[in-house]
């Protein structure tokens, strides 16, 4: 988990409860996420930008299961993989400026995110190149008996390329410890499914055909996700490939920090069925009506996280001038 | 004891894989009867089929499964009998392979060998005698390496396992049946060095790969007449040995470069464009540059012989251009009979040259 939210959780005894831990983890991404739409015009953030508002629930349900040493490979939407996974608010800002506090030294920005101290081993927005690497770090796992699992997060659109069904072919073949999450939020930039996949399509006979085991389930709601990984993750670690479908809702435009609701691609339906689908919202209800906490304690909850992130994003931009400076004063 | 340079790669495979428990070695044909041409026998036996073993034909998706094996610490060895099949994965060797130690900030190191077999003759055609060594210099993160004699290949694969880089590791088929005798007092150069197989003073000959044989014949012809040529072995194209070639050049003041791949837009123009901006003007003739033209490599034997640069022309294109002064007809013969086509066809191997280089 993250550095910082591990401590802030550790501070109340009401804050035990995982749920709250999901929703924490959640609220941190969104608020990064929120924050880097915000700040987006100010030009401070000088890459492109696939932001994850909508498809949380994913990343912290899988990633709730996963300990330090097992390995996570995401695609170009990868900042709620990397939060998610233990990852640095501070150090994933900084890559996105450019700066080499960055987790990738400034070389790779928001698309190519990495940090292998804590497992996080490759982003790849090349459309389902990722799960290749996937499928060498599984070996490499497997080779050294490590009991470590590799989770490749990918998206829809992954199905449609030859790197998918070549992996999952080396996957079922070497019985590899890799667990695909696939993060169907059924666009591809601005196409709607209907357009790439038949309409006779069957994933799940597509992928158990293939010798790797399936599951399908929702992806908005984190407990769901949550509970679905348990059940299959043992499988997993002792060498069992399995290929989780969730579905996801993508609230912000395909690249960039805006909406786009505007554009028409997608039905006005469609669009508010967001407000039941979305998984801070969703979660946040269920905890105050359940009284694991109190609408109070969430909201003080809520201003910590968005506290921090702001202060990474202040401390981020001092660091920054401070190094500039420093690097100018030394040419 | 003299090996041929099949019997060298495996040797060179043999020892890696008996030194480093994460040196591993796959490919399509690694673990089958055929062996690569016989340069992986007897190492899944004596290894066993985790460390050697037989891939799905997914050569892209088996790319890069090398690079994330290669992240998690393990050297492996990726094989392809046809180079031309590396394209399928040119995905993942350009934007994945060659970047990722960049992008994690140098980091991650990627120690991988994708070994390529280029094809030549016997109706290898558009497809399966393609030389991409111009193609991946041109990516930065990729060392490329093209061995030209089989103790060359047995230090340049050593050396590629051992690299903390990753290696393109372009290799001729027609090197295969190469002779040379297995000598532990060569002081061998490092990878990015390039090699001087014969001194001399008259005239630069810079080639890769069989390349270098063929130059080593057209040096053979040429000192009948008391021309002293020199030799460069590049062994290294990307990064290529500058400073031995400049060196060279600088003593000769003529060069000729040959190339296993298309003249356009490849190495002999590179090599040609940093010694015009170092030699300018201590050159006493424009550099002579020999490779395939652009057309794509027929399957047909006959229009072979006009794809590939054959010594007889290449003999009388230096006497031209150079203003030699021998006998073209008498240079040929010397040619024919020191090196005789083994069929009319000239596209088989001919392994006349023999060891020690």
């Not at chain 1, 960039?256 to 946040?284: A, F, Q, V, W």
Request: with cysteine.
């Amino acid at each position: 988990m993250n550095q910082y939210l591990k401590s802030l959780l550790e501070k109340n005894s009401a804050f035990k409860d995982p749920r709250v831990h999901m929703f924490a983890n959640i609220q941190l991404i969104r608020s990064i996420e929120l924050l880097i739409s915000e700040k987006y015009e100010e030009q401070i953030f000088r890459c492109p930008v696939h932001l994850s508002i909508g498809q949380e629930a994913i990343a912290v349900g899988v990633s709730m299961h996963l300990t330090l040493n097992d390995k996570v490979v995401s695609t170009h939407r990868s900042h709620a993989h990397y939060i998610a996974k233990g990852g640095d608010v501070f150090r994933m800002l900084s890559e996105l400026i450019g700066s080499p506090l960055g987790c990738c030294k400034g070389r790779g920005g928001s698309m190519h995110i990495f940090d292998n101290s804590v497992g996080f081993m490759a982003s790849v927005p090349i459309v389902g190149s990722s799960l290749p690497i996937a499928i060498g770090l599984a070996l490499a796992e497997k080779n050294l008996n490590s009991k470590n699992l590799v989770v490749a997060f990918i998206g829809d659109a992954a199905l449609e390329t030859g790197a998918f069904y070549e992996s999952l072919n080396l996957a079922a073949l070497k019985e590899l410890p890799i667990l695909i999450v696939l993060e169907d939020n059924g666009y591809s930039t601005f196409s709607n499914k209907s357009v790439r996949w038949p309409a006779s399509k069957n994933v799940r006979e597509t992928i158990q055909g293939m010798g790797v085991s399936y599951l399908q389930g929702n992806g908005d709601y984190v407990e769901d996700v949550y509970k679905n990984v348990s059940k299959i993750i043992s499988r997993v670690r002792s060498n069992q490939p399995i290929l989780l479908n969730l579905e996801t809702f993508r609230r912000y435009e395909h690249c960039g920090p805006n909406l786009d609701d505007k554009l028409g691609y997608r039905s006005k339906t469609e669009l508010e069925s967001y407000l039941e689908r979305d998984p801070l919202k969703i979660l946040e209800d269920k905890l105050v009506a359940s009284g694991v906490v109190s609408k109070i304690i969430i909201e003080d909850l809520v201003n910590d996280i968005d506290g921090y992130v702001k202060n990474s994003f202040m401390s981020m931009k001092i660091h920054n001038n401070n190094y500039l400076a420093e690097f100018k004063a030394s040419h | 004891m003299s090996l041929t340079y099949t019997q060298f790669i495996n040797k060179a495979f043999d020892e890696s894989l008996r030194d480093d428990a994460r040196v591993l070695l796959f490919g399509l044909g690694v673990g089958d009867v055929g062996a690569v041409f016989g340069s992986t026998a007897n190492l899944q036996s004596k290894y066993g089929s985790d460390r050697v073993f037989e891939i799905p034909l997914s050569e892209n998706a088996v790319t890069g499964m090398a690079l994330g094996l290669a992240i998690q610490g393990f050297r492996p060895v990726m094989m392809h009998q046809r180079a031309d099949f590396s394209f399928t994965s040119a995905e993942q060797i350009i934007n994945r392979v060659a970047k990722t130690a960049y992008m994690s900030g140098d980091i991650y190191k990627v120690s991988l060998v994708i070994r390529m077999i280029v094809g030549r003759g016997w109706g290898q055609g558009p497809t399966h005698a393609q030389s991409p060594h111009a193609i991946f210099s041109h990516i930065p993160g990729l060392r490329v390496v093209a061995p030209a004699t089989p103790m060359d290949g047995y230090h340049l694969m050593k050396e590629s396992i051992y690299s903390n880089n990753p290696v393109i590791f372009i290799e001729h088929r027609w090197l295969h049946q190469t002779v040379e005798k297995a000598n532990n007092e060569i002081i061998m150069p490092n990878i990015n060095e390039a090699r001087i197989m014969k001194s001399g003073i008259d005239l630069t000959l810079i080639s890769l790969s069989y390349g270098v044989i063929e130059c080593l014949k057209i040096a053979e012809v040429l000192g009948e007449f008391n021309l002293k040529v020199e030799v460069i072995n590049l062994r290294s194209i990307q990064p290529w040995d500058k400073s031995t070639v400049i060196q060279s050049v600088t003593k000769t003041k003529k060069a000729m470069i040959l190339d296993t791949g298309h003249i356009e837009f490849g190495l002999t123009g590179e090599i040609s464009s940093v010694l015009y901006s170092e030699l300018f003007n201590s050159m006493s003739h424009p550099i002579l540059r020999f490779g395939l033209p652009m057309e794509p490599t027929p399957s047909s034997a006959a229009l072979a012989i006009d794809h590939y640069p054959s010594i007889e022309n290449m003999l009388q294109k230096i006497k031209i251009h150079f203003g030699f002064k021998f006998d073209l007809k008498d240079a040929i013969k010397i040619f024919v009979d020191k090196f005789p086509y083994k069929t009319k066809h000239q596209d088989q191997p001919d392994v006349g040259v023999i060891g020690p280089f």
